[in-house]
Structure formats: C-alpha cells, structure tokens
C-alpha cells in the first residue's frame, strides 16, 4: 500500500515561462488566413498549425503560464506583429539561428511576423526544447543508428550475430521515426519508413520474428468482466458505458468518449514497446543463468475510467480489491491516476480518470510499462522491484526513447524550471533539450549510486530522478550484459533492506571484478565519464569535439 501511495500519477506538463520554448500557433479566420502562411504550417492532430520560438522582445510574452501576443493588428503585413523564429517541419536538422556567446542571431529568411488579428491560439507544443536542442538530439539519434548499422554490418550477413544487430536496427529505427513524428518532422519520418521497410526486407521474413508477428497482430475486442460491467452501469447509470481490448500482453478497459481506434492503436504501440525492450535489454542475453521473465501471456491492465472520484475508489475497491485509507482516498483526490499490483493474478494495473484534451494516454502507456517492464525483467517476473529510481528511470528511458518527451510522472521533474540557466560556473551555454538538462541535472548530484539506491520514491528530488535516468542510459547503452546482471543483483538484493547495500555491493565486485576498491565509486566514475562525453548534446560539448 505504500508503494501505491508513493505511486500516483499525476499528469505533468512541464511547467515554466520562458521564450526559449516550442510554441503553436492557430488562425483566426480559416483556411484563408492559413493559406497566407502555407509555406511555413504544418498539420498538428488534424489542426493547420504554425510552429516556432518567441523572439525575444518580438511580441510574445509570457506571464506566469499565459502567453501574451501583440494584437490585433489589422495589416497583415504590419511590423509590429509578432516575430517567431521558425521551425523547418521539412528539415530536422535546420535551425534558424546561430548561437553567439549565449545570444541567438538570426538567419536569413529565419523568422516570420505573424499580425495579432491572425492568431487564435498560442500554446506550447514542447516544453523544454527549443530548435536547436531538437536538432542536437536528431544529431545524435542518427549518429546512433549509423553505429548500429556499422555494428550490423560488421558481421557475416546471415550470421546469428548479424540477425541480432539487424533487429537492434529495426528497432532504432522505429524509435527515431516515432520521435520524428511527435516532433512534428513528418516527411522525414515517412521517408525514414520507408528506410525501415527497405532494411526489413534485407533479411526477408526474419526481420519481424514469429513473435514480435504474433503479439502486434493479436489486439482484439474482448467482453468486460460481467461483474465489473454491472458495478460500473450501477455507478454511473449507464452512461458512460465501458469496453474492453486486447492484445497479447496488455488490456485496456476504457470508456466510450474514448474510440475504438484510439484504444487499438495505444495496443499496437504498447507491444511496440514491450517488444523493443526484449530486443534491446532480454534477447541478447537469454541462456543459462539470465532467464527471459517477460510472460508471454497478459501481465498489464489499463483502466481509464470517467473523471470522476468516488467512480475510482469504488472500481478499485469492490471490484479489484484494492485497500484504500483515508489518507489515501484523500490522495486520489487531485491525482489523473494510480498504480496497483493484483495479487495472485500476477498483473500490474494502471487506473486513470480519464480527462478529455488533457489526459495523455500515450504517455500513460509508456511510462508505466516502463515500471511493470522494469519489475519483472529485473526482479525474476515480480511485478514490484523495491527500487523506485530503476522503475523511474525506464520509465523517462521508454518514454524520451520513443516519444521525445515525458509527460506523466510517479514524482514531478519540472525540467523547465532550469531551462536558460548556466550548465556550471562560468558557462554562458544555457541548459536547453530535455537531454541537456537531465544530463545536467544528474551530474550535479553528488549521491553516490549505492544511496540512490535506498531513496524511497517521496524521497527523490529533480536530481535524482534525473540521475536515475542518466543512469539507466548509461547501463543501456555502454554496459551489455554485466549491466543487466548487475540491476537484477541490485533488486534481488532489495529484498532485504538490512542487508541490501552489504549484499549489492559484494554482487557489484564480482560482476565488474573490483577487488580492492570500492565497487559504488569504481561504477559512479564510469557512469559520469559516460554522461559527459555521450550522452550531452550541449554547446560546451560540441565545442569540446
């Protein structure tokens, strides 16, 4: 119950009032107006949108969490309208201006003055980034696929070894083409599709294996539990009503202002997950002494149910069991969402309230498989590992690998809060990329890995959570198959609170053999040696090259 307690959800936009932000224009006036900016709109959910940066002093200026604009101006062509640098939805790597001792100069063609009477709207598209910072990270997110495909390449084609890079490559490259797409780069994502499918092909049917086949085509209506239905029709008359989906791996009961469609393609892209984390962190490793815990039957429930509280509390206790204090409920209150373990039905459940134009549900997704995904491969098919950071970090990992952003937290990380700021003392570089200032923040923690470790979740700060991420990054990206052996000791070891530290640490020596130093230190260096030289898209790193 703790845990659970620990465990709400709250979805969390980051926060922040700061030009050095992507922001979204809508138009007054239809498509005559939108036509006049044609060249430079892209399509956002169905919505022709402008998108862009404040230029400093342009116009656009914030208070608190509104946006101000200039307006309304009646010439369109008026000077004083307000100034946006440009984001290329054409070209990922095109930034409008450069970077001058901390000052953005301006490019050619760069910025586009928009009249207050043309603007509806502005909100912000992407909190934490700006132009630039999304081009460093397209940067390094081809650089990364580039050297897989040399790795790929490397070995005789046809080798299991080449087939095993090969799916590592398949996989990257759906993770980049899913981030060009939440980023607004279309086009380029569709011609990285088409990339994908031309390397598909290089290996004939092997690309997508009998099971990855299996589990994307497996998603189907399912009838709801008749108990259930009958609580829920009890509670809210009827209206609204509930369905249910399934594919191999995940349910998703859901209520009926959410289509059908919706819930079948938040399926497909779950299994999308659940099969990239075998390919990445289970497959290359599976042999005597490392078990694959991942089931191959369902181990995750989603509900999302009306925003509505005693609706929760009621579905949670009478019809899944759940034991709820006062204190508890009292939690539920402001909460989008909770987490819960069924026990003796070896599945997690993520309940949401469900809140039109508001709840993320992709985000819901992909952040809480992050915690049951990390449970059961780590913790030998437990669906509770007793390490907050390792089911947080893989949480920010699934979802920043896959969507570029992290928008539902167990326990709020307010990037934005540090966006602008000096990455260190007598830096002018300012901390901008959702990339850059986790990478920042977590090398300014000075805890060591074996007291992250002990935090309980309410204990963690930005730092922290920062850390856990970066650190996870770190095993999954530079530490093979000893990284995994070695979080698998840590959870194990978890077990028993008195002796976990004595326990890892004797573990941590005989996987990276430290005899004679200490383990925590030896593996805290490496890590920050890691997270300066590959895992910072910064200016200072750049410059550093």
């Known amino acids: 119950m703790l845990r659970a307690l620990y465990s709400l959800l709250a979805c969390s936009l980051l926060g922040g009032s700061l ?53 309304p101006q009646v010439d369109p062509l008026n000077s004083d309208g307000n100034e946006f640098f440009v984001l290329d ?70 080798s299991v070894a080449w087939f095993a890079a090969h799916r ?44 990855a086949q299996r589990a994307l085509g497996s998603v189907e209506e399912v009838d709801v539990d008749p108990e259930l239905l009958a609580l829920f029709e009890e509670i809210t008359g009827g209206s609204p009503g509930i369905r ?22 938040l399926l497909e892209f779950g299994e999308q997950l659940i099969e990239g984390f075998r390919v990445e962190f289970v497959d290359p490793y599976v042999g005597v002494g490392f078990e694959d815990y991942i089931p191959d039957g369902l181990f995750v429930e989603f509900f999302f149910g009306p925003d509505d509280l005693e609706c929760q509390v009621r579905i949670l206790t009478e019809h899944y069991g759940q034991n709820m204090t006062a204190q508890y409920r009292e939690l539920l209150r402001d909460a989008e969402g909770s987490n819960h373990v069924l026990r003796g039905e070896d599945l997690g459940l993520y309940y949401t309230r469900y809140r039109e134009e508001k709840s993320d549900l992709d985000g819901r997704l992909t952040h809480n498989l992050g915690h049951v995904l990390a449970s059961l491969h780590f913790n030998g098919g437990r ?12 949480g920010y990992y699934l979802s920043f690998e896959y969507r570029g952003k992290n928008t539902v937290t167990c326990r709020e990380l307010r990037a934005s809060n540090y966006l602008n700021q000096p990455r260190a003392e007598g830096d002018k570089t300012p901390m901008i990329g959702l990339r850059s200032i986790y990478n920042a923040l977590a090398l300014s923690n000075t805890d060591r890995i074996d007291k992250l470790g002990l935090k309980h979740l309410s204990e963690m700060e930005d730092a922290d959570l920062a850390k856990s991420w970066s650190l996870f990054d770190y095993v999954a990206k530079d530490m093979n198959k000893d990284g995994q052996v070695w979080l698998r000791a840590g959870c194990i ?41 590959q895992q910072d898209t910064s200016e200072a790193m750049r410059k550093s090259d």
């Open 19 to 71: 030009e050095a932000q992507i922001l979204e224009v809508t138009f007054k006036g239809g498509p005559k107006v939108e036509k006049r900016y044609r060249k430079r709109t892209t399509v956002v959910d169905g919505r022709v949108v402008f998108l862009g940066e404040a230029v400093p002093g342009g116009g656009v200026t914030f208070e608190g969490t509104n946006i101000r604009f200039r307006g």
């Open 244 to 265: 249910a989906q399934e594919s191999q791996h995940i349910r998703i009961v859901y209520i009926d202002a959410i289509t059908d469609a919706r819930v079948a393609g």
């Open 493 to 533: 070891n978890a077990t028993n609170r008195r002796s976990f530290i004595k326990g890892w640490r004797a573990d941590s020596e005989a996987i990276f053999a430290t005899e004679g130093e200490d383990v925590f230190k030896v593996l805290d260096d490496r890590w920050r040696a890691y997270a300066r030289s």
């Open 168 to 211: 590592r490559l398949l996989v990257e490259l759906d993770r980049l083409e899913s981030w060009l797409r939440g980023t607004s780069f279309v086009s380029t994502a569709d011609n990285l599709e088409k990339e994908r499918d031309k390397e598909a092909k290089a290996s004939r049917k092997e690309a997508l294996d009998e099971r």
């Open 89 to 158: 939805s054409e070209d990922p790597e095109w930034v409008p201006y450069t970077l001058v001792d901390g000052e953005k100069e301006r490019k050619k063609k760069a910025v586009q003055i928009i009249p207050g009477g043309d603007i509806q709207d502005i909100r912000y598209f992407m909190r934490g980034e700006d132009i630039r910072s999304l081009s460093d990270e397209y940067r390094l997110r081809c650089e990364r696929r580039d050297r897989i495909r040399e790795e790929r390449d490397a070995q005789e084609k046809g």
């Open 383 to 394: 669906l509770s590992t007793k390490q907050p950071w390792l089911e947080e970090g893989l």
